[in-house]
C-alpha cells in the first residue's frame, strides 16, 4: 500500500521545464509539464502558457511559443521583478495577465472594480501576496503584503 501511494504521489509531481531548450516543440512541453492550467494568445501572434506550481499555487511557469509552435522560454513569473514591470493606472488587466497569469483570486469591489491577488513567495521563501486594484480594465494600484505577519506588514 505505501508503494503505490509513493508511485501515485510521484506521479503527480510536475516538472518546471528547466530539461526544456528553446525551440521544443508544444508535445514536448505537454509531455514534460502536463496540461497548461491556462492558453493566452500574445498580441505578437504565438501563445504564453501558464503552469501553477506549489503550495496554493505559489510559483506560475510561463512558457512562451512563437507563431511556429516552438518555445521561446520558460519563466517563473510570480516574483518582484515581474510584478515591478506592472504599471499603476497605464498597465491593462490584460497586459498584466499576459505578463504574470491568471491570478489565485479575483475579488470583487464596489462598483466595477476587483481585486486580483496573487501569492508568491518572497526573500527566504517567504509568503507573500501580490493585491493589485483593477478598474475599467486598468491595474490602478498594488499592494504587497506578507502573510506571516498580517496586513500591517506591506511592502
Known amino acids: 500500500m505505501r508503494r503505490l501511494l509513493l508511485i501515485l504521489l510521484l506521479a503527480g509531481c510536475a516538472s518546471d521545464g528547466r530539461s526544456l531548450r528553446p525551440g521544443a516543440d508544444e508535445a514536448a512541453v505537454r509531455t514534460e509539464m502536463g496540461k497548461p492550467a491556462e492558453i493566452v494568445a500574445l498580441p505578437q501572434g504565438g501563445q504564453a502558457w501558464f503552469y501553477p506550481r506549489g503550495r496554493v499555487g505559489r510559483q506560475t511557469f510561463r512558457a512562451e511559443f512563437g507563431t511556429d509552435g516552438r518555445l521561446i522560454g520558460i519563466e517563473q513569473v510570480l516574483d518582484e521583478a515581474h510584478f515591478d514591470r506592472i504599471i499603476d493606472n497605464r498597465t ?63 511592502q
Open 92 to 154: 491593462t488587466a490584460e497586459e498584466a495577465h499576459r505578463m504574470i497569469g491568471p491570478p489565485n483570486y479575483i475579488y470583487p469591489v464596489r462598483g466595477d472594480s476587483q481585486v486580483w491577488e496573487y501569492k508568491y513567495y518572497w526573500g527566504a521563501q517567504q509568503p507573500w501576496a501580490l493585491r493589485m486594484g483593477v478598474k475599467d480594465g486598468i491595474v490602478t494600484g498594488q499592494a504587497r503584503v506578507s502573510e506571516l505577519n498580517g496586513p500591517n506588514s506591506r
